[in-house]
């Protein structure tokens, strides 16, 4: 039995195709829509490992609201020479979150284009990118292999078009999803670009001649693929494009351009009205640069900015949003709030937990507008594939739609814009791929 495997930023699904019927596999018992896992993976002081939803709720239950508490912990000696006295055994300590009962990884797959993320700590036991990622493949393998009763064959994974734009980093990035595909055992693995199995899931029921251009546009990255149909179950690829912009950056907008002042963004200290470090709020980038904040020397800068500082509210906030791990939760309320704004004018954000208490009001204009930059890369990706192709906006007769970052608004509006909204469907926006990655899987078996 072969498998096809969307591996996504956010959520991953996985699908079998026997030439007739789709059937997508419940990866995630736990989760409201089986079929549909968060690429989440949790991390015990024991070194158990849990994914999905149960991962998200194992962090929750044991680190949210969780005062993060620092101890010198003895890990071992060093041979040190001084030039006055020879060598001489030291001893080494470092402070370390003593109550953590674990780490929870989210957006791994973004790290894959992330040369500084080589390795981590967790708990004692260092774990490269490819490990970790490796551990996530297995445990869905083992899942996939219950629901269907038997082994798994093969595999057919997707990947987007470009991890980066820089050609260097493309490919390291995808060699090690390849050796953490051969770290989980995986077996007969190959790869297929993402866009192109949400074409292939289309072109099963295409019946009449035409060009179609996929707009996969996912947590990490945004992809498109243009391809022709000749209505009999021939195709013909005909371009492909992508940029590193996905709903997670789209996310990371609303925190930094909506949310920093109510975590000090503006305060000054002490009587010369020095300006609070920009590079400590720097940190609320991502939820999980949030945690390096707990380290001692960034909550010293806190605690005396608390002390001396103009806005003493909004910085113990920002203490609090650190000390007692409220990065997850604020991220989730951030994603919550831009899927509102798909079908409202106006949201509120609200975060009310700690000494945190806001309530953000957002417009959707002014969510547009901090996505405008985002909006722009993504039109000169499409813009390229159409040049790669040798087509104009009219020449494709259906733009797809999939991921879940393609029902925003002002993406919908841009593709209609360009290519006329009576072209515009909406596939499965989070199974779509894996659909299509079934379908290449069975043709290659």
């Known amino acids: 039995m072969r498998v096809g495997l969307d591996f996504g930023t956010t959520n991953s699904s996985a699908a079998v195709y026997d030439g007739e019927r789709l059937t997508l596999l419940p990866l995630d018992q736990a989760n409201a829509s089986p079929s549909i896992m968060r690429s989440t993976l949790f991390m015990t002081r024991e070194g158990a490992a849990y994914i999905g939803r149960e991962a998200i709720e194992r962090f929750t239950e044991g680190n949210v609201g969780r005062e993060v508490e620092y101890e010198w912990r003895y890990i071992g000696d060093a041979e040190v020479t001084f030039a006055e006295f020879g060598t001489v055994q030291q001893a080494l300590y470092v402070k370390v979150d003593a109550n953590a009962p674990g780490r929870l990884f989210q957006s791994l797959k973004t790290g894959l284009r992330d040369k500084s993320f080589t390795r981590t700590n967790v708990f004692g036991t ?38 980066s734009l820089d050609p260097k980093i493309d490919a390291l990035a995808f060699e090690r999803m390849r ?37 996969d ?12 149909l000749d209505g009999r179950g021939g195709r013909e690829f005909l371009a492909t494009d992508g940029v590193p912009v996905g709903g997670d950056l789209l996310d990371q907008r609303i925190v930094m351009g909506r949310l920093l002042r109510h975590f000090g963004e503006g305060a000054t200290l002490g009587p010369r009205r020095l300006p609070f470090p920009s590079h400590v709020l ?28 103009d806005r003493p509210k909004e910085l113990r ?31 509120v954000l609200s975060m009310h937990v700690g000494e945190i208490a806001f309530d953000e009001r957002i417009p959707r204009w002014d969510f547009e507008r901090l996505i405008g930059p985002d909006v722009r890369a993504v039109e000169r990706c499409i813009d390229r ?45 989070f199974t779509g791929v894996a659909s299509g990655l079934a379908v290449a899987a069975h043709e290659r078996g």
Not at 132 to 143: F, K, S
Not at 317 to 341: D, H, T
Not at 404 to 418: D, E, I, N, Q, Y
Request: hydrophobic fraction near 45%; charge should be negative; aromatic fraction near 6%.
């Open 126 to 163: 260092y774990y490269t990118l490819e490990e970790l990622i490796a551990i996530v493949l297995r445990m869905v393998l083992e899942r996939a292999e219950a629901a269907l009763g038997r082994k798994v064959t093969g595999m057919v994974v997707g990947r987007p078009v470009h991890y």
């Open 317 to 347: 906030a920002l203490r609090s949003l650190v000390r007692q791990n409220y990065g997850l939760p604020m991220y989730e309320a951030v994603e919550g709030a831009k899927v509102r704004l798909s079908d409202a004018a106006e949201t």
């Open 282 to 309: 720097d940190h609320l980038s991502e939820w999980q640069t949030i945690i390096e904040l707990t380290q001692p020397h960034y909550l010293n800068i806190i605690e005396e900015a608390i002390a001396i500082g």
């Open 385 to 429: 594939a159409l040049a790669a192709g040798g087509l104009g906006p009219d020449q494709i007769d259906v733009v797809l739609r999939t991921g879940g970052s393609s029902r925003v608004p002002r993406f919908v509006k841009m593709l209609a814009a360009k290519f006329g909204a009576d072209k515009l469907q909406e596939m499965d926006v």
């Open 217 to 228: 546009f996912g947590g990490g990255t945004l992809d498109v693929t243009i391809m022709g």
């Open 179 to 215: 050796a953490a595909c051969e770290l989980a055992g995986l077996p007969e693995v190959t790869f297929l670009e993402e866009p192109t199995a949400a074409a292939l899931s289309y072109a099963r029921t295409a019946t009449r001649e035409q060009r179609v251009l996929v707009f």
